[in-house]
């Protein structure tokens, strides 16, 4: 779908309802944007994992497929805003991250504050390049 000179992309999100809320994503020229992320089921709305590495790596790997649609990849990463919602999960996340993005890797800003639905631990925010 085009919405002016951006393309929409992927099935979007629906946060428990029937029409898509917001996209998956936005592609504007050679840039994606992706809206935040985070390890929800999309049938049950409720948190993949119970514990941070598990929602981290469902996070991770959610982000991997939405870039995979639009033609790119973690490896084209250029921001990474996350959210947290326990300090403690600080190291963890450095850990992840570091094994999840190859250098040079995307810059990031992390942030800890509460989140919209019980149980969720961490949230991302991303912006990729992806070829014309």
Not at 10 to 27: N, W, Y
Not at 39 to 49: I, K, L, Y
Not at 62 to 75: C, H, I, M, Q, T
């Amino acid at each position: 779908m085009r919405a002016g000179n951006t393309i929409v992309l992927g099935a979007g999100t629906t946060l428990g309802g029937g029409a898509p809320v917001f996209p998956d994503a936005i592609r504007a020229g050679n840039l994606l944007l992706l809206s935040g992320r985070a390890a929800v089921d999309p049938a049950t709305g409720a948190p993949r994992g119970d514990s941070f590495v598990a929602q981290a790596q469902a996070v991770l790997d959610d982000v991997k497929a939405v870039l995979a649609e639009a033609g790119s990849s973690l490896d084209d990463v250029l921001r990474v805003e996350c959210w947290l919602t326990d300090p403690a999960h600080f190291g963890a996340w450095n850990e992840i991250f570091v094994e999840r993005f190859s250098e040079p890797r995307p810059v990031r800003t992390t942030t800890i504050s509460g989140l919209p639905l019980p149980g969720l631990l961490i949230e991302l925010q991303i912006t990729a390049a992806v070829s014309s």
